[in-house]
């Protein structure tokens, strides 16, 4: 498993941590949080859910399965010394996504604001699913797929699911690729594509992002929560940009926590 040190790697080998009470409990209270500061949003949720008539007619189940799994995958294996940065680094990468998305008028929110800060604590939850995710799959591989060299197999198949992304998000930016916040977007992408980190654990990543995204965007866009140009819903992009935007965190946290590391490192030997 790709841990960030031994000590993180051996808390880790527990499903259920004493610091997933705490993650929970954070979790909880961030969205009563939302809710109380943006109680008209949720009010208006409620209201067009109908919950005057049958509730096992009008609850949204696909809304509700998405939270119950994300509440469980997110508290499963917690650890504050490795998810803290993790949090911080998908909230302000979601917010920087949200705001170029709704300033380029890529995507709009119902509420008009751009970017919504209510949708941000998404962000992170959403981050420590996908992460929870991928480590699964590196377990899976570690259990049935060790003894076999596939790193060929890995490298070949990075390459190929990298540069269909990269194609698609050119031809999906198209309508906004003379604005600055694109551009950047583009620039970024291609240079995390092409100084690969990890092949396997950055494909494992991906794909985390984009299923879980797939049923986020399926939600997000068959609801009217938010719209894309395209009006299609959800578009291909959306749903492997989630995969994407993980891959992005991933290299972000390691990076800021081996800076970490190297400079307590350097105060302690002052």
């Not at 992460?131 to 197999?153: A, C, P, Q």
């Not at 977007?185 to 797939?214: D, E, H, M, N, Q």
């Not at 009217?224 to 940009?241: G, I, K, M, N, Q």
Request: charged letters at 15%; one cysteine or more.
């Amino acid at each position: 498993m790709d841990d960030l040190s031994p000590q993180i790697k051996e808390k880790s080998l527990k499903l259920w941590t004493r610091d997933s009470y705490f993650l929970f409990s954070v979790f909880v209270l961030s969205v009563f949080v939302v809710m109380y500061f943006w109680w008209p949003l949720a009010k208006s949720y409620f209201w067009r859910m109908n919950l005057s008539g049958d509730l096992a007619i009008n609850a949204d189940y696909l809304l509700l399965g998405i939270f119950a799994f994300m509440t469980f995958a997110m508290i499963l294996r917690a650890n504050i010394k490795r998810d803290i940065l993790l949090v911080f680094v998908a909230a302000i990468g979601g917010l920087v996504i949200e705001a170029w998305g709704t300033q380029t008028n890529l995507w709009f929110y119902y509420t008009a604001e751009r970017p919504p800060l209510w949708i941000i604590p998404a962000w992170p939850i959403a981050s420590l699913t996908i992460d929870r995710i991928s480590r699964f799959f590196e377990y899976i591989y570690k259990s049935f797929f060790s003894n076999f060299d596939l790193r060929i197999f890995f490298k070949i198949s990075y390459f190929s699911v990298f540069s269909f992304f990269l194609m698609l998000m050119i031809s999906f930016i198209d309508v906004s690729i003379n604005k600055p916040l694109s551009i950047f977007a583009l620039i970024f992408c291609v240079y995390l594509i092409f100084s690969p980190f990890k092949y396997r654990r950055t494909l494992f990543i991906f794909i985390a992002g984009a299923l879980l995204g797939c049923f986020l965007e399926l939600w997000g866009t068959t609801r009217h929560c938010w719209t894309y140009y395209t009006l299609e819903t959800p578009p291909l992009f959306a749903v492997l940009a989630h995969g994407m935007a993980s891959v992005a965190f991933y290299r972000v946290q390691r990076m800021l926590f081996f800076n970490i590391k190297i400079w307590t490192k350097l105060r302690f030997l002052e």
